[in-house]
């Protein structure tokens, strides 16, 4: 059996579900086989609205949503009231998923859907993800994982579906933008957010502007670490970040990776 067809004889055996509707790439693809394989009445999203999410992330997630037919919930979260969660630990994730999937599960219940799904694929076990201790406590299922789809093949079979979200650059909360440790606010939320903007305003498609104080570190991805090469560009990503406040504005030659942050939680326990 292959992935696509093993992903709906998981989802058919829920009989119903309730989906964690980022707009991501993989809740997006989720949610389109869901509805697919159990029709609009028995597929659900629900959508955050929320200070960690850029506004235009939420508009995406509803044009997704209107695209493949779904009935979607916008469902308001506040991470920052979340006790543990500001001060940014290392496990700050878990705290985040546990309250999020157990309002979830409240909602399922509330209209008698069986299972809550997110959108974890097999690639997502390389990673330090704290929030997946959530997903398992609450019995949360990830059926991408289950079937076996890594991040390429979801784009693969994203874009067999005509799917607009198929090449669409990776996204993580911008929490994961700040060293753990160093307490998330609404102001620095706003002002990371600010930040992409203006990289992605300078043509860069995958970016990442992580918190280091008074010190702006940007990623980018591999192919477009040339473009520094660039004097009259390497000008305008410095103003542009000066002028949100930054003192320094610092390129990481590593280029974007996920979960640089955890770096330095590796390094400290080897």
């Known amino acids: 059996m292959d992935k696509l067809s093993q992903l709906k004889s ?22 389109k086989v869901a509805i697919d394989t159990l029709g609009r009445k028995n597929a659900i999203a629900v959508t955050a609205k929320s200070k960690i999410y850029p506004e ?19 469902l308001n979260t506040s991470e920052i009231d979340i006790p543990g969660y ?10 985040c998923k546990s309250e999020l999937f157990s309002r979830l599960k409240r909602i399922a219940k509330s209209k008698g859907t069986k299972v809550v799904c997110d959108g974890s694929n097999r690639d997502d076990r390389k990673d330090y993800r704290p929030g997946s201790r959530a997903v398992k406590e609450l019995g949360v299922k990830s059926p991408l994982d289950e079937a076996g789809f890594t991040k390429d093949d979801i784009r693969k079979f994203s874009r067999k579906l005509g799917l607009p979200s198929w090449d669409k650059p990776s996204f993580a909360c911008l929490a994961s933008r700040f060293p753990y440790g160093e307490a998330i606010t609404e102001d620095k939320l706003r002002l990371i ?20 104080g008074n010190i ?8 477009e670490l040339s473009t520094f090469a660039k004097p009259e560009l390497r000008d305008r990503v410095s103003k542009a970040l000066k002028s949100l406040g930054f003192l320094y504005v610092a390129l990481d030659l590593d280029g974007y990776r996920t979960g640089s942050m955890n770096e330095a939680l590796k390094s400290h326990s080897s």
Do not use: M
């Not at 209107?66 to 979607?72: D, E, I, N």
């Not at 600010?194 to 860069?204: K, Q, V, Y």
């Not at 702006?216 to 192919?223: C, I, W």
């Open 10 to 31: 998981i989802l058919k055996s829920y009989g119903s579900t309730l989906i964690a509707f980022s707009g991501g790439v993989d809740s997006t693809f989720l949610l």
């Open 56 to 74: 235009e992330e939420l508009e995406e997630s509803k044009k997704l949503a209107r695209l493949v037919g779904a009935r979607q919930v916008i």
């Open 86 to 95: 500001k001060d940014n630990p290392p496990n700050r994730c878990y705290f």
């Open 193 to 212: 957010a600010r930040g992409e903007n203006a990289l992605r305003d300078l043509g860069f498609k995958q970016v990442r502007l992580r918190y280091h």
């Open 216 to 223: 702006a570190r940007v990623e980018v991805a591999k192919d």
